[in-house]
DNA sequence: CGATGCTCCGTTTTT
DNA sequence: CGGAGCATCG
């Protein structure tokens, strides 16, 4: 459900706007009235509950903070009794605190948990929200002094990839060689790192469209604010530049957060850690929440070296830990802690726990996903029979493919379901398309919200026609809409298209002109009819147009709760979240960055193989950094477990359609051997399955040493050769695919296979048959039992 | 202009 | 294997 709007500005109050001259008035720390509430503090009821650390964590509000804050340590809890605190105390007004976080989500959380400690008095606190929301917040009140106007438009991926693309076919570069989606990771990682146009290094720009990323770069920005419009990464840059270039309204911002409070420190980027700088300059009451051993988004520009350096950046700062774990039980919390030890890259803390040791973490083999899924779904049956509640039971996986399989199982279970993440409510195309409808009514130059809904429904106004409004709109650097207006007027579009575009400018007029007396949703809901786009989904016959018109419906609804069109889609375009408040009994099923910051006593942890967890990419992408980063996964995926964490692995997994056989993730040598049991799979029906007694008890977990080791292979080579039914899956010796030690790239053999076609040949899980074609390193083989497949050769054997 | 084949590709995801 | 996105045909 849409969350009350906190976001936009229109609650008047005495502390905000242009520097409010009663700070003068604002109690300092050692007037009377601040010391005689000070006096109060130890009594107030709020700190009562907080172990010694988070009480410190409270109370150290003074100059630069660091709160190491592992995993079920209670960081929400001292953030908000913090900011409660400050409040309580006189320290500073809700106004003057800056709280920022990276979710929408835990903004609303925050929010909630203050107003429970300390009552309304949260309302006031207008600075609690994303870096994002903030940023907003900032650029609507100084757009004219970095080129926008207030009420400019903030992109969606979506509208963003547009764009790029025209930019890059505005220079003539095939957007197919050089595409929109690359140049838009480039962009992002740009601006994620602090760096407009102009700070690019050259080489870097360079790498794009031979030499020409740089100047894209500078085209997509420009055209940005033609558009009056900025992305997502612009709300911090523009703030950034606009604090720069007018030092005096950075000094306004200095003196209004009297005290700064950061969530999540350990994902914050470049840019947002020179956000936070250049306020925190001047007071240094700046407080950071994080914990090292929980950065996952790396990949997406956080830089764990911000937490790591951060008492070298803020020089005499507190860093405090917090160690005590109130969430899962000592076995769990010891396989967790002995696991991120292996990491370098940390600063370094102790989980601890009162709690008593519980079950160990179980690690279970399977034979294929397949089998993997089904010994899951077999524990949870098991669980649900023992009334466990099925809500309190995750599955969480390294990548989103690994689902399908599950849920199949799930499904034929009769287990009850929810997966969490997924495409969020304002990213789904019917969404985008009804705000694009009503982004035109309320600004009829947004040239691609035009763009987007012109032909949807599909109206015959297809590609030629845009083109000859582009190319008008262009020479008279004017909308779109208004060269629209002028063609309608002159001979050049055929009749056809002429009276259609004709009827939709009549149509938006008209809306426009009703949105000054109807409420926004019942234009919405005008709008929506008479554009024909409900009846385009109710003709639609496909299996989710009905949740399309459901979601529509639902836009609509939440429209009421605003007072006007523009706040409306301000929200939508940052918070705006899909309607998450099932409570219901299901098991969750997701990803393990989505599982962050969410506990369960029963965790199921699939997928723990080389290449998948720790994910190949990452490696070869980021070496040992990416190494770290997948073990910090693990870290995470362990913690979420209160009182039962399940570890899996499948020694043949398909990817990519191809069979694969793989070796169990180096993370569970990682696991100390006491605080873990290793379970044995029942015995089960698969073909070639575990047919007989224990396998990978024998293939010495525990010592530490890389599966890089000649004993190691040998027991792999053992393994497979031994224990499956005699269908011997030995890896040739040329052992295909890279090797990793640590992280580091150590070879990569390509080389033609030595199958031939007619050949016969043995697969572990397939059994004989006969080679039909070769491929490289794939074979198409028709197998006697199990048909045709295709299958690298490294998992075949040749038979005379 | 629109529907159907075809090829290509294949983490993680928030704002 | 399966989806998305594109190109070609009708």
Partial sequence: MVAPMNQTDNSPDPHDGPIPDDLAHQPSSSSLSARARAAVAPQLAYLNGLNLE???????????????????????????????????????????????????KAAREMRERIGRTIGDVAEGMQWLGTFHSIGTKILRRHAELVGLRSDFTILGTDDQLRL????????GIDEKRWPARQ?????????????????????EAGAFANGRGGRLYRAYQDRLKVLNAVDFGDLLLECLRLWREHPDILEQYQERFRYMLVDEYQDTNVAQYLWLRLLAQKRKNLCCVGDDDQSIYGWRGAEVDNILRFEHDFPGATVIRLERNYRSTGHILSAASVLIAKNQGRLGKTLRTEDEPGEKVTITGAWDSEDEARLIGEEIETLHAGRHSLSEIAILVRISAQMREIEDRLVQLGVPYRVIGGPRFYERAEIRDALAYLRVVNQPADDLAFERIVNVPKRGLGDATIQVLHNHARAARVPLMEAARFLVETDELKPKPRATLRDLLISFSRWSKLSETLSQSEVAQTVLEESGYTDMWQKEKSADAAGRLENLKELVRSMEEFPDLQSFLEHVSLVMEANES?????????TLHAAKGLEFDTVFLPGWEEGLFPNQRALDESGRAGLEEERRLAHVGLTRARRRAKIYFASNRRIHGLWNSTVPSRFIDDLPEANVEIVEAPANFSYGGYGGGSRFDRMQPFSGS?????????????????????????????????????????????????FAVGGRVLHSKFGPGTVEAVDGNKLTVEFDKAGRKMVLDSFVEALR
Avoid: C
Avoid at 712 to 719: E, I, L
């Fill in 54 to 104: 988070q009480r410190a964590a409270v109370e150290a509000t003074e100059g630069p903070v660091l709160v190491l804050a592992g995993a079920g340590t209670g960081k929400t809890r001292v953030l908000t009794t913090r900011i409660a605190h400050l409040i309580a105390t006189g320290k500073a007004w809700p106004s003057q605190i800056l709280a920022v976080t990276f979710t929408n």
């Fill in 183 to 203: 140049l838009a990771g480039l962009i992002d990682s740009w601006k994620n790192r602090g760096l407009g146009p102009d700070q690019v290094a050259a080489g």
């Fill in 582 to 590: 099932d409570t219901s009994e299901r098991v969750s099923l997701m």
């Fill in 706 to 754: 890389s599966y890089q080791t000649p004993g190691w292979q040998r027991a792999q080579a053992h393994r497979a050769g031994t224990d499956d039914g005699g269908y011997s899956a030995r890896r040739s010796g040329d052992r295909r695919g890279p090797l990793m030690i640590e992280g580091e790239l150590v070879a990569k053999s390509t080389g033609s296979s030595g």
């Fill in 164 to 171: 790029m693309k025209q930019v890059i076919e505005a220079e």
